[in-house]
Every structure is written in structure tokens, then in C-alpha cells.
């Protein structure tokens, strides 16, 4: 039973990190290598806020976000963009924008390297213990997995309830098509790409209230999160959320009834599986 | 099959010059700059053969690391018992049979599924290692203390290096290497035609497999000391698709023009600004991606072409279609 | 067109910015050369445990005037480089040290594994190797293989055989009982710890009511937590590494695991620790200590805050310290840079740190501290081979 929580706790973990890959990869087609170092930066600044300003870190969503925002709006703008204009197809804009973010992951890891140094990070904030069905939880997992529920379901209503959402998706399914019905795709990618680094940086806003970081830390990030959104099916937002829980839930009862030695190799079968049966993901459209 | 021609007999002998030259390098220096050697060998095998297999598919694989450390684990567990020879025999075994079951479960699928999982399949072997030996063996590293030196691992690569080209050139000759190239430029016209496109994918990626885990096993004296995060270190695949993408994947020898000057850069960089070596890594990189978008070849080639030289295009000599 | 000459000017300035950086040859100083991670998994634990005490003794030295070689004042010129937590770097980095740059001397690295790699390297070119973070069985086994190599922080065996010691005695006093949990991080370090302390508890009749290993960068230990709480024992111990240090105390801390004995492994003695886990980090016992109440480390660690603007740690920081301390005094004692010499003078001085008295016994320094323990803020010895000033163990209440 306890592993039931455990596991949806800490798949509410993983959605945060995965929500906003699902948005930069399945719209504006950018496979975002760096995805993790936005979440490692966005937890540096929440634990700056927090220490130097004592502004709390839910708080400091609202500043950390807009500023993700604006700053992943403008590396598309000027890093991504001439990629996307140059590239013949989407294999090839995959490629190039993989080694592009590459090279981005490891600017942005030198940049934090220069400002923070290499060090450990830490910080307490509602730490304490919340009693749930009979087990203690860190209140601070149980907020953020309330607001992933939150980010997601705002997530889905935008994007299936509302016009704007709904050209959003128009250009996940079909860029050429989408450009046909007067759909600015451009601009839709920029907006989607920059979106998806505001859900990230609020993702790594909640999770330094919990987890340890430092600088180097971005690439497990990830990995998680590239599994992840492949799992749930390409710009899927319900799959991304289904397939963290699944993670979580998975990583969990391996973790407690197997080895927690496992646990990765847990994660890459239960990856392997869904691909072998279900190859375009747990939502995926069959694309071309 | 036909015996070389012209054109290929004078690249042959080119060849061996290079060779012979190279081999000299130990005796002309015997620290730093060997050991750079060491280095630029080792990635020109790696990368040479990781575009034998990801040039022709353009599937982007980042297993390199998983391989090198299979073939440095099998002779760090080995190095007490059995003969240098066999081990390395082991390891190619070893690397080929994990290049054919990722290769069984993922290539059928599309390219970036590939690269997810190969990118993880690093860890994940490590994980596995880790796990196997903490449990059975009860210590994670392994001394590898042997007689080699820098200069015998460096002939070593050499001759793998020789070894990997002339395979190179024999598999482009051959039906497999007509069927990568149809698969190359079209994979449907591939399948219609009736190329078992999964098998010759899966076979070439084995080959691959099997060289980068050679060199990791020509590695491992050199290490000393072998363990887990080392060997199965992520940043060697990194570094080998970022070298081969920046010579360029139209020519067996396109790889070279990629690893020779990053392998400089990134010396010269790593040497003079310890502290910004990420940051300008970074740069480095972004600058490859928007300035050279088909590497050093890529170059060589429009260079080659406003000059005229345009007979090699129409040709059928060893080359994959961009 | 413009690309190309982008390219280029790129390519050139970043030429002449090499060759204008290279270190500068002066005249009548000592070149030493250190390679250590700035990046990678190992940076953390180097950025508080190597680089500000090196950076540290530098400065101390070239404060004096220098270190006095042969009645001559010489200065140090520090060449720092990055190994990115990589044994090919590392190596790669010991070469051009000794080849290019060829310094004087050169400081070992951080980290068992990679010590180890370079160890062949840096006996070939036969500089002295003052091992400090290269904590290991094997050690007696490397100082014969290379006579050149110094080794001071202990082994393994000992980090567990006193912590079973202070348990026991813990057990004989009435406050705690003989149950324990026993995880461990599955890399070198943890590994070794765990194998040998594990029979050791054993034999002392301790009953291990939960054990398991986790991998490396593990983010979430809610099942190690509570599987370990599950059974019910009085003291939890885990051999961890720096970022499951923090990682299992505060699940520990939010679960209110009811142990009156915890312990962790390395990063324990970081000052980080006690920052972030406030009150419940008191009572809590880690791998290391030092005579936190000497005058020597107080003055150490406030000099250190001062230079670097980096706290040091209660355990290796200090070490690092005085194995420069030594190179220094070997330097002096021996008149001259010869490295057989400074070899020579390691084997047979005694040196005087802020350690205390060091004299190393066939290449090893026998004395060195094993446990300490969170107490008001501060992280004391409370177990050592021999050093002396240890302080009473406490038991653990609650984690507020």
C-alpha cells in the first residue's frame, strides 16, 4: 500500500520533469538536450530567492517561470530557429537540434559552474512529515505532486479546451498542414518550446525543496524526462503524466521488493516493453 | 570482386605511408604527447567505427560507452586468468552479442527511439555490472596491472585502426554495403527490392559493436584501475558522435578530419581554462552545429565541387548518399 | 563567405588565447602541478574537500615568502587542472604535468578510483604521491608496489571495524539494541565499507535486520527508509556517498525514523550537512572527524573562509592540509626539489601539521580519525586510531 503512494508521489516527481519536454519535443519538434540544466538553474534560483530573499519557493514560481519563459523564448528565437529553417526534414531537424542542445546543455552547466561553483545544494522548506494512510511523506512531495496535478490538468484544458491550445496541438500533428489553415507555426513553436522551459523551471522550483543538486546534475534529468515523454507518446500530455506514474510506481515496487540496485534497469525494461508493443508510445498517433 | 583500381591503389598506398609514419610517433616522444596519440587513435577507431554502422542509417547512436565498457570489463575480470589475445577476442564477442540484441529490439523502430535508448544504455549496463559484481564478486574495481605501456598500446591501436578501415572498404564493396546504401537513400525502395533491412541494419551495427569494444579492451592496462563509472563513462559516447559528425560521414576517412582537431581543441582548452572548459565545450559545439552542418567533409566536398572536381560524385565509389 | 572567416577568426583567437595562457616561467619558483575534478560526479565532494585547502596552502606558503629550499626562498606557482571525474583525463592531465609543464611536484587527485589510475603515472616520473582521498584496503598492497606513494587517511577495514567498535559500546552501556540496518551506496568506497564492516557486526552480535545496496546518483530512498524502519532496529547505518548522504537524512528526518544510532558515509563531516538539515543533523555519526575543539582546525577553518570564502569539512579538508604541510617540510628537510630526495625525507622525518605530529610508518600514516559525530553544531571525532581527543558518542533523539 505504501508503495502505492510512494510510487504516485514520486510519479507526480517525474511528471514536473517530463511535462515540458513533452511540449518542446512534440510541437516544436526540438529533442532538448539541455532540458535538465533549465531544471538544475531553475532550482539554483529558487534556493537563492529563498536564502538571500526568503521568498518561498512556491512563490517564486511566478518569478522563476516568466523568467524560464522569456529566456527558452530567446533561445529559440536565435538558437533554434535557423536549425528549423535549414532542416530538409524532421529526421534532420532532430539530429541537428540534438547536437545543438547538446552543446547548450554545456554552456548552460558552465555557466552554472562559474556562478555556484561545483557544490552541493541544499535546502529545508515544508519539510515536515505528513501522515498519509499510516506513513509519513515530506509535505514538500506531497505539494509538488499536487502541482504537477495542477500544471497538468491546466495543461490539458489549455490545450484541448481552448482555440489557441488547440492550434498548439494543430502543429504537433502536422506543421505543414497546420501552416495551411493560417496557423503562424513559428510563432506556435517558439510559444510551445518557451512554455514547455516555464513548466520545466516550475518543475525544478518544486523539486529543490527536496531533492539534492548541484551543477553537474542536469543529464539524469534528462534521460528521465526523454523516457518518459517517448513512453507516454510523442506531445501527449495525458501519456507524459500517465507514463511518470507508470515510472514512479515501476521504480518504487522494484526499489522495495526487488533491489533497489534495479532500478534502472526497471526503468529501461519498462521502456523497452512499451515500445515493443505499443511502438508509438502509450498515446501516440501512428505517424509517418 | 574485383581487385582495387587505380584510384584505390593510390589512396592503399597513401594509406600505408600514414601508417608507417605513425608508428614511428613513439619514438619520437615518449609522454604528453604519446599519450595525446593514444587518445587521437583511440577516438579514430571509435568514431570510425561508430559511422560505419550511424553513417549509412543516420540512426544516432550513443551506445559507444556501453560497448568500450564491456570489452574493458571483460579483460579487467579476465587479466588474472586468461591470455591478453583471448580476452580481446572475449570482448569483440561480448560487445557484438549486446550490439545485436539492442539492435533486435530497437531497430525496427525509428530513429530518435534509437537514441534514447542507446543514450541510457550506458547506465544501464553499468547498474547491471555494478549490481552483478557487488552481489557476486564483492568488490566494483578491478586492477588491471600489466607490462604495457603507452607505446604498445599505441601500436595496438594502430593496428585495430588498419583492421577497421580495410573492413570499412571491404564492406562497402560488398552486398551489405550495396544494401546500406539503397537503405540509405530510401528505405521503402530498400524493402520493395527485398533487402531484409532489419538484418543488415542489426549485422552492421554488431560489426560496430564489436571494434568499439575491442579498443575498450586494448584500453583497460592503461586504466590501472577499473571500475564502473569510468568505463562506462557517458561523455565517451558524446564525444565520439560530436568527432565523427564534425569530419562528416561521406568518407571511411571523413571521421579522421573530425577527430584530429577537436581531439587539439579540446586539449588546448581542457589545458588553458580549467575553469571554463564546459562553457567553451558548449561553444565549441553550437559553432560545429550552425557552421558546419556536414562537418570537415562537408566543406572539403563544396570546395571540391566549385572546383570542378565533380567526377567522384557520379561514381559508384565507397560513399553513403548525405 | 562570412561564415568561413567566422570560422576562422574563431579558430585563431581561440589559438592565440592558448598560447598566450600558458604559465609563465618565473624565475626561483616551485612549480606543482594539480589535477582534480571541477566538473563531473566527483566535483562536489573536490570543490569542498581539495581545491579551497589546496588554494589554502598556496597562499599560506606564498604569504611566508615561499617555501625554503636549500637556505632560497622559492614561491609556488600553482597549475590547476580540471580531470572532469575521469580516469583518461586524469591521466592525460598527469602526463602534460610532468612532460609539458614539468612541474616540480605534483598533488594527487581526488578520489580513490582515480588516485589509483594515476598512482602507475606519477611513479614512472617518479614524483612523490601524497594520497589523501583514497580511502582503501589495498593500501599496504600499493605502498609496495609504488614506493614512492604516501597514504593518509586509513583504510576501510578500520572506518568500519571503529564504528562496530562504538556501537558495540553503545550496545554494552544499554543504549542501544542489537538490531541495525546496514545499506550501502554500490560503488568502490561503499562497497568496501560494507563487506568488511557487515561480518564485523556479526561477530560483535549484531543481528542486520535489513541490508541492501542502491546505485550511484540515487534520488529517492522512501522504500530503503522504510523498509528499513519496517524492521525495527536501533541504529540504521548507511555507506553512502555525498549526495545520499542528504538525500537518506532527510527522508529519514521526515519519516521520524525512530533510531537511537544513525550514521552515514561521506559528505557527512560537510558543513553543507548541518546547513541543510539544521537540528535533526545532531546526534547523527558519519566516516571521519577531527579534533573539532583544537585550536589548530578553528584557526584552519576560519583562515580557510577567510582566503577561499569556502568552509572546509570536518574530516579530509584538514588532511589535505597537512599533506601539503608535509611536501612542504619534506622540501626543506631535503634542501633541495630532487624528487628522490623529498621521497627520501617523507620516509624518514617527522612532520608537524595541523593534524598533529606526523611520522608516515612504511609509507603510511597509521594514526588517522574513523568516526565523528554531529554535537551542537559541530561535527567532533569520536573515533580514531590513536589520535587522541576524542570526544563521548551521544545518542540520537528524534530528528527535530
Known sequence: MDILVTGTVLGGTYALIALGLTLQYGVARIMNLANGENLVLACFCAFWLYTAASINPILGILIIAPAAFALNWAIYVFAMKPLVDRAKNRGQLEIDSILATFGLMFIMQGVMLLVFGGQYFSYNFLSEPVRILGENYGLNRIVSLGAATLIAIALYLFLYRTRFGTAVRAVSVSPQSASLVAIDVPRMSAFAF????????????????????????????????????IMGGVGDVRGAVLAALLLGLAETAVASLIDPGLTLAATYTLFILVLLFRPQGIFGRQTV | MSLMNDKERRIAAIALVLFGAA??????????????????????????????????????????????????????????????????????????????LVGIATLRLSGVYFVIFTLGLAELVRQVVTWLQAKFLGAVGLYVFTDMTEKHIFWMLLALAAVVYVTGWLVNRSRLGFAMRIIGNDETVARHVGIDVARAKVILFMISGAFIGITGAILAPRFAYVEPPSAFNPVISFQVVIMALLGGTGRLWAPLLGVIPFTILFDRISASFPNHTSLLIGVAFMAIVYFLPRGVMGLIDDFRARHGKARHAAAGLPEAAE | MERRTLIKTFAASLLASAVLAGPAMAEGTIKIGASAPKTGPLAGGAAVTYWPAVQLWVHDVNERGGIDVGGEKMKVELIEYDDRTSNEEAIKNVQRMATVDKVDFIIPPYGTGINLATAPLIAKYGYPHIAVTAVADGIEGFAERWPNSFWTLGTSEAMASSLVDVLTKMREAGQINEKVAVVNVADAFGIELANTGKPKLKDAGFDIVYETSYPLQQQDFAPIISGAKDAGPDTFIAFSYPGDTFGLTKQATITDLPVKAYYVGVATAFPAFAQANGAAANGVMGVGGVDAASDAYQDFAKREVDV??????????????????????????????????????????????????????????????TVGQWQDGVFHGIASTGVGGEAEPIVKSGWN
Request: contains cysteine.
Open chain 1, 194 to 229: 518557451a512554455l514547455g522551459g516555464g513548466l520545466t523551471a516550475a518543475g525544478g522550483s518544486l523539486l529543490s525543496t527536496y531533492y539534492t543538486f548541484n551543477s553537474s546534475m542536469g543529464v539524469i534529468f534528462t534521460m528521465k524526462a526523454l523516457i518518459i515523454v
Open chain 2, 23 to 100: 608508428a614511428m610517433i613513439p619514438f619520437a616522444d615518449d609522454g604528453y604527447y604519446l599519450s595525446l596519440c593514444v587518445n587521437i587513435v583511440m577516438y579514430a577507431v571509435l568514431c570510425t567505427a561508430w559511422t560505419l554502422f550511424s553513417g549509412p542509417t543516420h540512426y544516432i547512436s550513443l551506445a559507444t560507452a556501453a560497448f568500450f565498457g564491456v570489452g574493458t570489463y571483460s579483460v579487467g575480470l579476465g587479466i588474472d586468468a586468461l591470455p591478453f589475445p583471448l580476452l580481446v577476442a572475449i570482448a569483440a564477442v561480448a560487445s557484438s552479442v549486446l550490439a545485436g
Open chain 3, 308 to 369: 577561499t570564502g569556502v568552509a572546509p569539512d570536518y574530516w579530509a579538508s584538514p588532511v589535505q592540509y597537512a599533506s601539503l604541510e608535509v611536501l612542504e617540510q619534506a622540501i626543506t628537510k631535503a634542501g633541495s626539489l630532487d624528487k628522490a630526495a623529498v621521497i627520501d625525507a617523507l620516509n624518514t622525518e617527522t612532520f608537524e601539521t595541523i593534524m598533529g605530529e606526523w611520522k608516515f610508518e612504511d609509507n603510511i600514516i597509521k594514526k588517522f580519525w
